[in-house]
């Protein structure tokens, strides 16, 4: 799914009818997955975008191959990626293996399979996000990304959801569960959706 609501066949505007002004807070690109919020809230959207203002952002990451200590400590420090078309060393992350495997939806295209080549999860927590971010990092250390998704932002948390579940959450536990503080008015509310 497209996260935009008009143009190709499947974006946001087939999980149900959003008001005008409603939006999505960051994106997700047509090969990841995962947590998303949708939002008519600009000063939402300008807390979590704003690249000064850094909130933690988990992802759960599917690589080829098994990376050593020594490849989750380069992660974990910051690791030089290319970012238009210029070096940028990333922030220090939190970096570490998922065991158990975590329960998903299967994928539409499923990834590729190689009996081979051994795949394992990761959980990669971000306080930025640049663009393919976390693809570029685990490809710099030599474990390219197969299945990406976005688990968590702060503490909104896609446990309990299904894959393309909307759930409408009130602004004033959104701010508290991202952490911020002084929230304006109430508004129609916050969506996510898996």
Same mark, same amino acid.
């Given at each position: 799914?497209?996260?935009?609501? /008009? ?24 090969? /990841? ?9 600009? =000063? ?14 988990? +992802? +759960? ?5 098994? *990376?050593? &200590? ?21 922030? &220090? ?11 998903? *939806?299967?994928?539409?295209? &499923?990834?590729? +399979? ?45 446990? =309990? ?31 996510? +959706?898996?």
């Amino acid at each position: 799914m497209l996260t935009q609501f /008009s143009g190709e066949e499947f974006t946001l505007a087939s999980l149900g009818d959003f008001p005008k002004e409603v939006y999505p807070v960051g994106r997700l690109d047509k090969d /990841s997955e995962g947590l998303l919020l949708l939002t008519d809230d600009k =000063g939402l959207n300008h807390q979590l975008l704003n690249p000064r203002f850094g909130h933690q952002r988990t +992802y +759960y990451v599917q690589v080829e191959g098994i *990376p050593s &200590p020594e490849a989750l400590a380069q992660l974990q420090q910051g690791v030089t990626i290319q970012v238009d078309g210029k070096p940028y060393r990333t922030k &220090p992350a939190v970096a570490k293996l998922l065991d158990p495997v975590p329960t998903l *939806p299967e994928r539409n295209p &499923p990834i590729r +399979y190689r009996a081979s080549i051994p795949d394992c999860w990761l959980a990669l927590t971000l306080i930025e996000g640049k663009n393919r971010q976390v693809r570029k990092m685990t490809a710099a250390v030599g474990f390219p990304t197969l299945r990406l998704v976005r688990f968590s932002m702060e503490k909104i948390t896609l446990d =309990g959801m299904e894959a393309g579940e909307v759930r409408e959450l009130s602004q004033e536990l959104v701010y508290r569960s991202l952490g911020l503080t002084g929230f304006a008015q109430p508004r129609s509310g916050t969506k996510k +959706y898996k």
